[in-house]
């Protein structure tokens, strides 16, 4: 039976087959620049906030989506125009961080206006962002001692897909409950991954 790396490898493999790369592919000869890529997607994401902050569930979560959609051909369009570049993946990994935050904060918005206030759900967006943040920090350390990191089962396009999916169906307090569990689990899923590993090389 494959392990849960393997399954989400095989399904990221499947989508830059058959997505990813005919899509950067296609940007990349209309004049298309992976910055450019990048920060359209954080603009998309920071108006999904706002139509998060507003309530309007479904737009934001096609927004959100949709800037997700360019955050994922920033990198093919890279190597599509051999203009892979350290300062890209820079601006990449900030984006995505600022991105994920911000519709966190739309939603932290709207569960704290008086209208529509709700005290869990505006603890929820914290912690789901806290957790998030620490997904990617975990990563991030894991990486700079020499080691992948990789491990967990939230990573961000699964982030990505539980907000989508349940921005659109109108029902943000699932998603907020789902990466406020998960995302904590997931960081230390990951954390005792590579501590176990490090323990090896002491």
């Known amino acids: 039976m ?3 790396q393997s399954v989400r490898y095989g399904f990221r493999n499947a989508v830059s087959r058959y997505f ?3 899509a950067s592919t296609f940007l990349a000869r209309i004049g298309f620049t992976p910055n450019r890529a990048t920060l359209l997607g954080l603009a998309l994401a920071g108006v999904g906030a706002y139509f998060a902050a507003t309530g309007t569930f479904w737009l934001a979560g096609i927004l959100v989506g949709a800037g997700a959609t ?3 051909l920033d990198g093919g369009i890279a190597r599509r125009t051999g203009t892979v570049s350290k300062r890209g993946a820079l601006l990449d990994s900030v984006a995505d961080r600022v991105a994920e935050g911000v519709v966190l904060f739309g939603l932290l918005i709207y569960f704290t206006r008086p209208a529509t206030m709700d005290q869990t759900m505006a603890i929820l967006a ?4 806290a957790g998030s943040i620490m997904v990617s920090y975990v990563r991030a350390r894991a990486e700079g001692l020499g080691y992948k990191g990789t491990a967990g089962f939230l990573t961000r396009p699964e982030r990505v897909v ?7 169906l109108g029902q943000p307090d699932w998603a ?3 990466l406020a569990i998960g995302t904590p689990l ?3 899923w990951r954390f005792w991954a590579e501590w176990r590993g490090a323990a090896n090389d002491s």
């Open 2 to 4: 494959p392990d849960l």
């Open 20 to 22: 990813e790369i005919p």
């Open 70 to 72: 360019f955050d994922l």
């Open 126 to 129: 914290f912690i789901a962002f």
């Open 162 to 168: 539980i907000m989508v999916v349940l921005l659109v």
């Open 176 to 178: 907020l409950w789902v």
């Open 186 to 188: 997931s960081a230390l």
